[in-house]
């Protein structure tokens, strides 16, 4: 195992009270695998990412839970561990490739920066492994583009930067946070089947954080659907889009537009809204939006559980197995997984 | 790039004929006759006639700045009416000093308002973003003329450390060169004077540099603020660098841009002489000494320095805009944009 989240729970102190980004949350990810984390905006993911990283700035903290990485707890190291590792052992790429990189430095020197930090080689080998790396990530004419500043590149170019400079030092696990979320189809398929590449190429672990399902669909091993900083269902990749089992999981699919469908339906809405983070329903976070809502969702908090390999936080499979019965043999979710297949 | 300096530089032309013409109006509308003053109030109304004939005040006064333009075009911008000395030597004898004192004082402020507002912004709402916002507060606010006396009272008067004016002890005065001492001093090998010159511009530089750091400090700090918001800083975290290379080379590079402006804009005005400190300290420079021609209505003089300060303020700019572009690689003077 190569990063183990235990319990995480990440919160901003602000004026009007705390807001829980992130609410005890677990998972772990192998060597080699590519876990996604689906959510929407505000669901938490991202704040876990940058929580790994040890990069939430203020009034963000980590209120509990240990992070594992390699058995070792980052979430205690000295400032001067964790830098070991940053850039080293666990690097990431960001969503915003217009503004990530530094606009005043040449794209070889802030690519050499993060190589000359965690590697003792000379300048000049340093400058090699980057053309190197720009070349590996498809950068045509590397050694020339590599005395570029950023502004004289495209923002697919920017993402393949951002890419080399991530994976420059070999990391064992990529943190990629909407890698693709600011380009356009193309380019984004481009830097997937970059990503996927380099896994095989590096064996390195990949968290891919993302509100993108056709991504998921395209390039995860294990997915895990948050919603409101709470883990609301985890499972691999196959069986999500084939057999949804929460809720708010199956109105995302099902909110997915399918290129083959020729009615004129509108497209499936999830009802509502998401909930003021600093004043959450009282059961269930999604009670309120969910159309099974019985009258014990909005009293209690489901718990997560663990069934045949997968988990569900809902208590429409409290008591029930998971081969009979709860919404997975609506239609709903046969359509998903069209939909799922349909983004391939 | 050098395109885009000629072209500036050229700019200069239309720029001094039109603040020639205006010191050239004001002196005449708004200061008294100089006659008088020059030859004293018992000048009989014969020698004040033959006076102002022969430096030309009698002429209509479009003939007496064509005349005063074609002095200049060849480098002549008259002579003093009081020492009768040509205002380029009285502008070159004078002119080192101001430049040495706001030379030291912008390297002053410019090293510790970026120190303090690069910190202020790090350790931002901390004990020491408050006090040195205090601080700068207190730069911004305090008259120039006041802090030099009170640095004067205890630094000089109490304290007996340093003298409280002048540039140096006549004793030590070193042989020209460039006429700064500071340096004139280290070239000729001259410990001795080179301490005395260095211990004679600290007060007044430090007063000087006051405001000018409290304007940089509160520029940087802002500046930082915004910088360290930046996604690339985000990323400079990302790859494990230290933190202070992060806040140095990544952040606060990116945020010189503003910085740089207030400082070239500082230097720019403290090269045109500053009349408090100089009258406070007794400093030889150029502020000083033209307030006190503009009082005996020294035409001649005034023109040839406000011509010397709008040449400087102009250069100034050019010159920090030819920095913008080694700063940011994004900023290119090409002929669309001159």
Redesign the interface.
Known sequence: MLLEVKNLSTEFKLKRGIVKAVDNISFTIDKGEILAIVGESGSGKSVTSLSI?G?LQKPGRIADGEILFKSQDLNKMS?KE???????NI??I?Q?PM??????WRIKDQIM??IM??MQISKKEALARTIEMLDTVGIPSAAQRAND?P?QMSGGMRQRV?TA??LACEPELLIADEPTTALDVTIQAQILELLYRMREKFNMAVLLITHDLGVVSEAADRVIVMYCGKIVEEADVRSLFERPLHPYTVGLLQSIPQIDDDSDERLYMIKGMVPNPLNMPSGCAFSDRCDHSMERCTKEIPELREMSGRKVRCFLYESESITCGGISATSPSVGAMEGGSAIK | MLKYIIKRILMLIPVLIGVSIIVFLIMRVFSPDPAPIVLGQHATQQTVEAWRQANGLNDPIYLQYFNYLKGALTGDLGTSYYTKTSVTKEIFTRFPATIELALVAIVLASLFGIIIGVISAVKKNSIFDNAGMLLALVGVSMPIFWLGILLIILFSGVLHWLPSNGRIDPLLQPIRVTGFYLVDSLITGNMDSFKDALRHIILPASALAMYSMAIITRMTRSSMLDTLQ???I??????????SRVIVR?AL??GLIPIITVIGLQLGSLLGGAVLTETVFSWPGIGAYTVACILKSDFPVVQGVVLLVATIFVLMNLLVDVIYGF????IKYSKKEV
């Open positions: 990283m990069l400032k964790l830098k070991k590792i940053r850039g080293n690097s990431m960001f915003e503004t990530s990189l530094n606009p005043v920066e993060s930090t965690h500043f502004h951002m400079m991530a | 930046q996604d690339y985000r990323t400079a975290r990302a790859k494990g660098i230290d933190e990544h590079r990116n700063l940011d690689p994004r």
